[in-house]
């Protein structure tokens, strides 16, 4: 996983609740066998309309996603992270994530960042009344930096997953530091427990 | 606007004071507790996982990773596999069914491509496959609980979020994604974060005609998408104790919708009914064992939760949804709502872009909504029970003319099931179609589709905007109103026929 550190890009502006994974990438692109590729789905539905705001050419370039509430619920899909990495995000700012959704993209580099509902909107109205500001997202002193337009916010992310994010910690790398415990574990297991076999 | 769901909201969780003691648990916090491989201060626990369900969408990208990093399954044997999201569910014509070349029901290059990879991933590192044509074959949630391998107190994950659906059992079930996949197939374990706890309390009981696909729309409209996020869900009270495994299943399948990883139910009696003699469940000395451990795992009397919710099941009626997300539902008696009739601005909102989606003008009688198409299946409601309630419903009934009705078992065996009580003739006789198991129409990732502009009255679990296929507009009902609604033409209940 690529280390995220702090990230400073353009962002869009998605003024939606509830954007399911569904949209983030329809179903129909998830038959492939490979992670690479995904952007090309990446909502693509709505980007069929020309007024849909990843195709307003202002926003060109963008590396940040600011959303608005209940972003990625629905499906496990990790494709949807995938899709937006590919397409080239490096953080989605929302006030509240889909609980998988936010694990994925923390497995995945992506940056969930939380903010409150007001900061988000403001920083919606920001981008929108100029497409060129830059947001910095600090991951290192957990805050969002708007400065042209006065915004610094900061916000939550357990210590634990923001040092696996800026490190491009690998998981089962981790877990398998504490493998002699896991085979305990096994072997303290009911053998009346069920097997697939 | 919904005086049958009536929230007392508590946020009395107290913190155990040192030296007091152990403060009660719940339900998922015992099986958590159990389950803790490793825990230390600022991490998250590493948690054991009993069962891994698999299949072909969200695996093989997992599977390569494995490779890549030279790492074997360390526990094929709590490992199943199954192909459901992107097989046909016509052209089955039993075990053996080919995959490619003549006779072969899958058209679709890339679709093979994916099954192939899991047959091929599955054979590499010796997990348990349940194909296309097999007896053994279904939806991933319908299969673990008919197997028996879904069991209170364990732990249960599957790349897909309707694992929930596995709590019904009293197990702590939830959706991964890709990574955490390779990472249970690598270690057997998960980090996770310990989440919040919240009950939904469900008094009184189910009026006659109100089913508890209509008892989880109401609560997810009450809740809404979001209101579960960082909780588990424990559905508790006389009204979820006199459902039937199959209800709960049907519960526990759509707390995902309201935002939850995972919802369940306390073991009961109704439960070890259901267990005993299924072929994985446990039996002879270990049946007993397992009853005793299963009986010690309801949360205790003093245990608390972050949130609780409270209903009165006697107030409900039939549910549907009219918008593009789950939480988009009311009573089958009222009329499409009028976006400025919600104070909130992105309710208003999120409205307003689901009317013009789903076509509907506010004021409009939900019983005046016409369909094309019904789909009566998917992990949500497509066991015998379901295929019980719609049959009947058409049972000497004729669909209507402009009505297009699949029938999609969520398992070959409860097809067989099915097929043995006479209920594909009773479907067949009503004009609907009579298929093979699979998610089918639920995800529009196989030939089950609607077509852009189609609507759908539909027993799956997301009305999302072309989630049953592009342009596709979906309403979610319960089996009942599907079986009616496909009589009549338009949104209806059986009390309506």
């Known amino acids: 996983m690529e280390p995220f550190t702090t990230h400073t890009g353009r962002a869009v502006p998605l003024r939606r609740t509830n954007v399911d994974t569904d949209q983030i990438i329809p179903a129909e692109y998830l038959k492939r066998v490979s992670r690479a590729g995904f952007g090309e789905g990446l909502f693509a539905a709505w980007r069929e309309d020309p007024s849909f705001v990843l195709n307003q050419p202002q926003y060109a370039g963008a590396t940040i996603l600011v959303a608005g509430t209940d972003f990625g619920t629905g499906s496990s899909r990790e494709h949807a992270v995938w899709a937006l990495t590919d397409y080239g995000f490096r953080a989605v700012i929302a006030p509240r994530f889909g609980d998988i959704f936010r694990t994925n993209a923390t497995k995945a580099g992506l940056l969930p960042v939380i903010l409150p509902e007001a900061t988000v909107a403001a920083l919606q109205d920001a981008v929108e009344s100029d497409p060129g500001t830059e947001i910095t997202v600090d991951l290192g002193a957990r805050a969002v930096l708007a400065g042209a337009a006065g915004i610094k916010a900061p916000f939550d992310l357990d210590d634990y997953t923001r040092w696996r994010l800026m490190e491009g910690l690998d998981d089962i790398g981790l877990t398998l530091r504490h493998v002699d415990k896991v085979t305990a574990f096994e072997l303290s297991r009911p053998t009346w427990l069920p097997v697939t076999a | 606007m919904n005086t049958a769901v009536s929230e007392c909201e508590t946020q009395t969780r107290k913190q155990t004071p040192e030296g007091e003691g152990v403060m009660g648990r719940t339900l998922a916090e015992k099986i958590w ?8 201060e600022g991490e998250p626990d590493l948690l054991y996982i009993d069962l891994h369900l698999i299949h072909e969408v969200t695996s093989p990208q997992a599977f390569d990773g494995l490779r890549a990093a030279s790492r074997k399954v360390r526990r094929p044997d709590l490992t199943i596999a199954t192909e459901d999201h992107n097989v046909p569910t016509t052209g089955i014509t039993g075990p053996g069914v080919p995959l490619s070349g003549p006779g072969s029901p899958v058209t679709d290059p890339v679709s093979r491509t994916q099954v192939e990879a899991l047959r091929k991933n599955c054979a590499e590192f010796g ?9 053994g074959q279904g939806i991933v949630h319908v299969i673990g609980p008919q197997l028996g391998l879904t069991q209170p107190g364990l732990t249960i994950v599957c790349g897909d979020s309707h694992t929930s659906t596995h709590g019904a059992l009293g197990a702590l079930a939830f959706g991964i994604g890709t990574s955490e996949v390779e990472h249970v197939l690598a270690t057997q374990t998960l980090p996770q974060q310990r989440p919040k706890m919240m ?17 989880i729309l109401a609560i997810i409209a009450k809740i809404g998408t979001g209101g579960g996020q960082g909780y588990v869900v424990e559905y508790r009270g006389p009204a979820v104790r006199a459902l039937s495994m199959e209800g709960r299943l049907t519960v526990c399948n759509m707390s995902i919708e309201a935002g939850a990883r995972a919802g369940l139910v306390a073991p009961d009696d109704v439960t070890f009914a259901y267990l005993e003699g299924r072929p994985h469940a446990p039996s002879g000395a270990g049946w007993e064992r397992a009853l005793e451990a299963w009986r010690s795992l309801p949360g205790d009397d003093d245990a608390t939760f972050d949130r609780e ?11 549907v949804t009219w918008g593009t997300n789950p939480g988009q539902a009311l009573p089958l008696a009222s009329s499409v709502p009028d976006p400025g009739s919600f104070a909130d601005p992105d309710e208003r909102a999120a409205a307003s872009r689901a009317l013009a989606y789903m076509d509907l003008k506010p004021g409009t009688a939900l019983r005046d909504v016409s369909v094309d198409t019904v789909f009566l299946g998917s992990c949500t409601n497509g066991r015998l029970e379901d295929l019980r309630a719609a049959a009947g419903v058409l049972r000497g009934r004729r669909i209507a003319p402009s009505i297009r009705m699949l029938v999609v078992p969520g398992s070959m065996q409860v097809r067989a099931q099915a097929e043995a009580e006479g209920l594909d003739a009773v479907f067949t006789a009503a004009g609907a179609e009579w298929r093979a198991a699979g998610c089918s129409m639920c995800l529009g990732m196989n030939p089950d589709k609607l077509a852009p502009g189609e609507r759908s009255a539909s027993t799956s679990n997301r009305n999302f ?3 049953q296929g592009k342009g596709g507009r979906t309403h979610l009902v319960s089996p009942a109103v599907a079986a009616a609604t496909a009589v009549t033409g338009h949104l209806a209940a059986p009390a309506d026929l």
Do not use: C, F, Q, W
């Open chain 2, 309 to 319: 919710v409270t209903l009165d099941a006697g107030l409900l009626t039939p549910y």
């Open chain 2, 465 to 467: 905007e072309g989630r």
């Open chain 2, 127 to 135: 997990i348990r496959l349940h194909p296309m044509g097999d007896a």
């Open chain 2, 199 to 215: 009950a939904i309390t469900v008094n009184g009981a189910l009026p006659d005609g109100v089913t508890p696909k209509d008892l």
């Open chain 2, 33 to 40: 507790d159990a389950h803790v491989v490793h825990s230390a």
